[in-house]
């Protein structure tokens, strides 16, 4: 069984920073064969797409945090982080880590992931 945990609940001021972490396991999941992304969901809205990191490092954004949000993974823990910077009360959300098979091309869509994470609460109070 294939789990993706995130960690890292926040609340801060607007413009603060905040990270957060989303661990892989499972002893059928193999981290290099997948691509990870991050999405939200805030109060009355769809689930929405902001980042993702390829299995091979490539990283894209939405343009809602580009220049503020950073992606990363560290393929020796099977963990992949995302810090926040400059955040804005339209930030808060439930934020969801999820996994995609290396084959997916298309990362910002949220029907390629194969497996999903809880989801973890940040705010961001004006």
């Known amino acids: 069984q294939v789990q993706l945990v995130e960690s890292g609940v926040g609340l801060v001021q607007a413009g603060g920073s905040l990270r957060l972490s989303c661990a892989a396991s499972?002893?059928?999941?193999?981290?290099?064969?997948?691509?990870m992304g991050w999405f939200r969901q805030a109060p009355g809205k769809e689930r929405e797409f902001f980042a993702a990191?390829?299995?091979?490092?490539?990283?894209n954004y939405a343009d809602t945090v580009k220049g503020r949000f950073n992606i990363s993974r560290d393929n020796a823990q099977n963990i992949m982080y995302l810090q926040m910077d400059s955040l804005k009360p339209e930030d808060t959300a439930v934020y969801y880590c999820?996994?995609?098979?290396?084959?997916?091309?298309?990362?910002?869509?949220?029907?390629?992931?194969?497996?999903w994470g809880q989801g973890t609460h940040v705010t961001a109070s004006s």
């Open positions: 999820a996994a995609a098979l290396k084959s997916t091309m298309h990362t910002s869509w949220a029907r390629g992931y194969k497996y």
């Open positions: 499972g002893r059928t999941f193999s981290w290099s064969r997948y691509s």
């Open positions: 990191i390829r299995w091979d490092g490539n990283t």
